[in-house]
Every structure is written in structure tokens, then in C-alpha cells.
């Protein structure tokens, strides 16, 4: 029976000197053997604060999960499919501050245009890229299959490239990455490689 059965029974118990110097050299003796204490631990290798990214996905997840609840009808995250995934994607575009020109807009194509049109702004596709990464990585890491993550769906990577390509033709800007040029060899020419044999 442990101390704290026998103190609710109200029993007394004696400590004599024994008993705590057998308790003092016990502890003494698990603590030259013990790894570190939590106090120490802790100082040696203090928590990492959270990162820009880490605390981005955060605040992108609650976004989500609050328009989950705001749907109509509400939606649990498990009955969130692809389709879901985007229509938030378009509901965020009312956010947007990327002018997305018509077709029929003048300025169409144009990547910098002379003067202001009455094209909507829009999310721009590399923000909505950055957030769908950052969410279906938030997805996993909450419970979530990879198998059946939404923000994963074929559905969605075929929006995302939609928006891409339509965004690059209408703003006049090209998406493609930049691909580092290969460094020229250094050719010798042939008439010092002649030399160079004639000398040895």
C-alpha cells in the first residue's frame, strides 16, 4: 500500500534519521547515473521558436477550418473533398490585389499597363500555389491521410495550372523558372595543342 492510501486512512508514519539518509543516498546515486534533469535539458538545447513558415501554415489551417465551419451546410474535414478545396480557392480571390486584365481589356497581355482598367484583382497564382503546399502538409500533419488528401486532388493541380497559364497571358508574365545556363567549355585551339605535343 503506497503513501498516499495510508495518509487518506489517516495513519501516522515515523521518519527516523535512517530512513532519510538511506532516501538521501538513493537519490545521490540515481543522479550521478541519470541523464540530465529537465531544468538542465532544457537549457542545453532550449525549444526552436516556431519559423515564418511554420506559423504561416498555421494561420492558413485555422483560415480553413473556419471556413469549413462557416459553410453551408458546415463541413467536418473529413467530408472535405477536392471540390471544397476549391472553393475556397475562389472565395479568397474577393481578397486578392493582383489585377487579373480580361480578355477584352486593352491592356490585356500587357505587363505593365500605361493606365488603371476595371479588371478584377485576384489572388495571384503563386500566393495560391505557396497555400495549397502549405495546407495539404497541414492536412498530414493533423491526422490526415495522404491517400485521401483534398488539397492533393487532381482537381486542384489542374486549377493551380489553369490559373497559372491564364494569369501568365493576361498580365504578360512568364511563370517559367529560369534555368541556369550550362558554363562554356574551354576549347584549346588546335595549333597550341600542337605546340604543347611538339615541346614534350
Not at 153 to 175: I, M, N
Request: contains cysteine; hydrophobic residues 30%; glycine residues 6%.
Amino acid at each position: 500500500m503506497d503513501l498516499v492510501s495510508e495518509a487518506r486512512k489517516g495513519s501516522s508514519f515515523e521518519i527516523n534519521e535512517s530512513t532519510v539518509a538511506v532516501v538521501v543516498r538513493a537519490a545521490s546515486s540515481n543522479n550521478n547515473t541519470s541523464s540530465p534533469s529537465p531544468t538542465t535539458a532544457c537549457a542545453a538545447n532550449p525549444s526552436p521558436s516556431p519559423s515564418r513558415y511554420e506559423n504561416q501554415k498555421r494561420r492558413d489551417w485555422n483560415t480553413f477550418c473556419q471556413y469549413l465551419r462557416n459553410h453551408r451546410p458546415p463541413l467536418s474535414l473529413g467530408m472535405c473533398s477536392g471540390a471544397h478545396v476549391l472553393e475556397f480557392l475562389r472565395y479568397l480571390d474577393q481578397f486578392g490585389k493582383t489585377k487579373v486584365h480580361n480578355q477584352t481589356c486593352p491592356f490585356f497581355g500587357v505587363p505593365n499597363p500605361p493606365a488603371p482598367c476595371p479588371c478584377p484583382l485576384r489572388q495571384a497564382w503563386g500566393s495560391l500555389d505557396a497555400l495549397i503546399g502549405r495546407l495539404r502538409a497541414a492536412y498530414e500533419e493533423h491526422g490526415g491521410r495522404p491517400e485521401s488528401n483534398p488539397f492533393g486532388a487532381r482537381a486542384v493541380r489542374l486549377y493551380l495550372r489553369e490559373v497559372r497559364d491564364f494569369q501568365a497571358k493576361a498580365r504578360g508574365v512568364s511563370y517559367e523558372k529560369k534555368r541556369k545556363r550550362p558554363k562554356p567549355k574551354i576549347m584549346t585551339p588546335p595549333s597550341a595543342a600542337a605546340n604543347v605535343n611538339a615541346t614534350h
